[in-house]
């Protein structure tokens, strides 16, 4: 349930008040105070999202303060037009994330980059510079108390549905883990249910049915206690769905019966199309062809209303494969082969617009991302073990002047004593001397020591700077001239002048020739090569086996070999 803290407090003053006694009303609060009130004053709708861009409209500088920059990004986040495509909006977001980490709002900064990752996944659908988006705000927020920080469960959910989309469950399932933790400082009933809910989604995409059915029997508890009735459906749907998957017809049909019907009540098209599908697949099961094929058919009717194209194409692809499955089991070949194709065809699309390529760049830019920041404290913790060295070396000194001083005084003194105690004062005078050689002589052993660590620093971090080309040269991607230059060059300076050898040893090798030869060098296996250069194995494979006759070489070995001396 929503905080509704502020308009318990002030039931008269959000819509009768200027706005300029709203905007005082914030004035001093917490990120959190303020949240609670836009997101009480967001749940009147219409009212309320008039309200708050009411007050954004009064600060005619976004960025004055903490409260004007959270002003407007309230605006945008109760706005019905919120994921509408604007320039300007995203020149705002980008202009928000800068100025709240300039100032250390880290809050902000998370909530900014947040919003950021949303709007570029939806409107401007780059799905590589979102997933970046999501993951720099994770590295603010992560640690983020939630009763602090109240989006802390929707940011999280936001990341995992990401990798969800991209059907990576296993990341999906860490952030959705994460967010489920949180407890009771969820924002609301709805999101907690849904981000509870996707979980099981993700282990019954991965055929952990009984974790699956664990999740969603736990989640129908939660929608029970509270009665969310539209939940309590979409969840014994699901539940529906994995008894199919476990082959108990019996237990499934009612379940899922109940959830096509919510979906043409609502109307939730791609519910109501894929619990039909399910339906028709126990009917195939039990060999009623023509109950199955009405089944399917209807499916079809439902997954046509689907707004979302993906979704859509997900769904047309299982109506292909069944209604394949129902003409092969009735004899009619042709119609079978036909859907069999249309099928393939809907998965082509499926896989073009998953983006594996979208995925592994921006996996490539977060890894980075997490390296820099490793690299980062490695050095923070070498700066401040050097600090401590230098310290003890400089206390030891001031310890050691202190002493001879002390040394000194006491001669002096001892001078005014009787002739008889000069000799003695001599042995102590000399010995006072020996140990100032002594501590001059450490003073030089360490300076020497410090000399030697800095050395080792040194190369230490040109291992680490040739260990990081290395990394960039093995996750490059080749699909393009500009991608194949930058790889070139981050080459050259790990093995100089490589090309220049190569063309001297075979002056007629062809550019795609030299790619294969410098990946080769790399000794990254026939896989990895494929995915950087866009082809298959078996192509990288036949390109090997055609340098080899250009080059006279028998075997791998001697390619290898061949590889060493370039």
Same mark, same amino acid.
């Given at each position: 349930?929503?905080?509704?803290?502020?308009?318990?407090?002030?039931?008269?003053?959000?819509?009768?008040?200027?706005?300029?006694? %709203?905007?005082?009303?914030?004035?001093?609060?917490?990120?959190? @105070?303020?949240?609670?009130?836009?997101?009480?004053?967001?749940?009147?709708?219409?009212? %309320?999202?008039?309200? !708050?861009?009411?007050?954004?409209?009064?600060?005619?500088?976004?960025?004055? *303060?903490?409260?004007?920059?959270?002003?407007?990004?309230?605006?945008?986040?109760?706005?019905?037009?919120?994921?509408?495509?604007?320039?300007?909006?995203?020149?705002?977001?980008?202009?928000?994330?800068?100025?709240?980490?300039?100032?250390?709002?880290?809050?902000?900064?998370?909530?900014?980059? @947040?919003?950021?990752?949303?709007?570029?996944? $939806?409107?401007?659908?780059?799905?590589?510079?979102?997933?970046?988006?999501?993951?720099? &705000?994770?590295?603010?927020?992560?640690?983020? *108390?939630?009763?602090?920080?109240?989006?802390?469960?929707?940011?999280?959910?936001?990341?995992?549905?990401?990798?969800?989309?991209?059907?990576?469950?296993?990341?999906?399932?860490?952030?959705?883990?994460? &967010?489920?933790?949180?407890?009771?400082?969820?924002?609301?009933?709805?999101?907690?249910?849904?981000?509870?809910?996707?979980?099981?989604?993700?282990?019954?995409?991965?055929?952990?049915?009984?974790?699956?059915?664990? !999740?969603?029997?736990?989640?129908?508890?939660?929608?029970?206690?509270?009665?969310?009735?539209?939940?309590?459906?979409?969840?014994?749907?699901?539940?529906?769905?994995?008894?199919?998957?476990?082959?108990?017809?019996?237990?499934?049909?009612? =379940?899922?019966?109940?959830?096509?019907?919510?979906?043409?009540?609502?109307?939730?098209?791609? &519910?109501?199309?894929?619990?039909?599908?399910?339906?028709?697949?126990?009917?195939?099961?039990?060999?009623?062809?023509?109950?199955?094929?009405?089944?399917?058919?209807?499916?079809?009717?439902?997954?046509?209303?689907?707004?979302?194209?993906?979704?859509?194409?997900?769904?047309?692809?299982?109506?292909? *494969?069944?209604?394949?499955?129902?003409?092969?089991?009735?004899? *009619?070949?042709?119609?079978?082969?036909?859907?069999?194709?249309?099928?393939?065809?809907?998965?082509?699309?499926?896989?073009?617009?998953?983006?594996?390529?979208?995925?592994?760049?921006?996996?490539?830019?977060?890894? =980075?991302?997490?390296?820099?920041?490793?690299?980062?404290?490695? @050095?923070?913790?070498?700066?401040?073990?050097?600090?401590?060295?230098?310290?003890?070396?400089?206390?030891? %000194?001031?310890?050691?002047?202190?002493?001879?001083?002390?040394?000194?005084?006491?001669?002096?003194?001892?001078?005014?004593? $009787?002739?008889?105690?000069?000799?003695?004062?001599?042995?102590?005078?000399?010995?006072?001397?020996?140990?100032?050689?002594?501590?001059?002589?450490?003073?030089?052993?360490?300076?020497?020591?410090?000399?030697?660590?800095?050395?080792?620093?040194?190369?230490?971090?040109?291992?680490?700077?040739?260990?990081?080309?290395?990394?960039?040269?093995?996750?490059? $991607?080749?699909?393009?001239?500009?991608?194949?230059?930058?790889?070139?060059?981050?080459?050259?300076?790990?093995? %100089?002048?490589?090309?220049?050898?190569?063309?001297?040893?075979?002056?007629?090798?062809?550019?795609?020739?030299?790619?294969?030869?410098?990946?080769?060098?790399?000794?990254?296996?026939?896989?990895?090569? &494929?995915?950087?250069?866009? !082809?298959?194995?078996?192509? $990288?494979?036949?390109?090997?086996?055609?340098?080899?006759?250009?080059?006279?070489?028998?075997? @791998?070995?001697?390619?290898?070999?061949?590889?060493?001396?370039?």
């Amino acid at each position: 349930m929503r905080n509704s803290f502020f308009l318990l407090l002030f039931p008269s003053f959000i819509f009768s008040c200027d706005n300029d006694r %709203g905007s005082h009303l914030l004035a001093g609060k917490s990120y959190a @105070e303020r949240f609670a009130f836009f997101d009480s004053v967001g749940a009147i709708k219409e009212k %309320g999202y008039a309200f !708050i861009d009411s007050l954004d409209r009064l600060n005619s500088d976004k960025f004055k *303060d903490k409260l004007t920059l959270q002003t407007a990004l309230a605006t945008i986040r109760y706005s019905v037009n919120r994921y509408d495509m604007s320039s300007s909006k995203e020149a705002f977001f980008m202009a928000a994330v800068e100025k709240a980490k300039d100032k250390k709002w880290n809050k902000l900064y998370a909530e900014a980059l @947040e919003q950021l990752g949303s709007y570029t996944w $939806v409107t401007l659908g780059d799905k590589n510079k979102a997933l970046q988006y999501y993951h720099r &705000a994770y590295l603010v927020y992560h640690s983020f *108390d939630p009763r602090e920080f109240p989006i802390k469960f929707l940011c999280l959910s936001e990341y995992a549905g990401a990798y969800y989309s991209f059907e990576q469950y296993d990341k999906a399932i860490a952030f959705l883990s994460e &967010a489920i933790q949180l407890g009771d400082y969820k924002p609301d009933r709805g999101s907690f249910i849904s981000g509870w809910n996707t979980l099981g989604l993700c282990y019954r995409a991965k055929g952990e049915y009984e974790k699956a059915l664990e !999740i969603f029997n736990d989640v129908l508890a939660y929608t029970e206690k509270y009665n969310e009735d539209t939940w309590r459906t979409i969840v014994r749907g699901n539940i529906g769905t994995v008894y199919h998957f476990l082959n108990k017809p019996e237990r499934a049909s009612p =379940l899922l019966e109940e959830e096509v019907i919510r979906g043409i009540t609502e109307p939730d098209w791609k &519910a109501a199309s894929s619990a039909q599908l399910y339906l028709a697949e126990i009917e195939l099961n039990a060999g009623n062809l023509s109950l199955a094929a009405g089944s399917i058919h209807k499916a079809r009717d439902y997954s046509i209303k689907v707004k979302l194209e993906r979704t859509n194409s997900k769904v047309l692809k299982r109506i292909f *494969d069944d209604l394949a499955l129902v003409y092969r089991m009735s004899g *009619d070949y042709r119609l079978s082969l036909l859907y069999t194709d249309s099928a393939r065809i809907v998965n082509d699309s499926i896989q073009k617009k998953l983006g594996a390529n979208i995925l592994l760049n921006a996996q490539n830019q977060i890894d =980075l991302a997490n390296f820099n920041e490793e690299k980062k404290t490695t @050095e923070r913790i070498n700066n401040y073990v050097r600090n401590m060295l230098i310290g003890g070396i400089v206390l030891l %000194g001031i310890t050691s002047l202190l002493f001879i001083r002390r040394q000194q005084i006491k001669h002096s003194q001892r001078q005014k004593q $009787v002739q008889a105690e000069k000799k003695k004062m001599e042995n102590e005078l000399k010995a006072a001397t020996q140990e100032l050689h002594h501590f001059a002589r450490s003073l030089e052993e360490k300076n020497a020591i410090i000399e030697k660590i800095q050395l080792l620093q040194t190369t230490k971090q040109q291992d680490e700077e040739k260990y990081e080309l290395l990394s960039k040269l093995e996750k490059s $991607v080749l699909l393009t001239d500009e991608q194949w230059n930058e790889f070139t060059s981050l080459f050259e300076k790990v093995y %100089g002048n490589f090309f220049l050898r190569l063309k001297d040893k075979v002056p007629a090798i062809s550019p795609a020739e030299i790619r294969i030869i410098a990946l080769g060098k790399l000794k990254l296996s026939n896989k990895t090569m &494929a995915g950087m250069l866009g !082809i298959t194995p078996d192509a $990288v494979r036949m390109n090997k086996f055609r340098i080899r006759k250009k080059l006279n070489l028998e075997e @791998e070995a001697e390619f290898e070999k061949f590889l060493q001396s370039v």
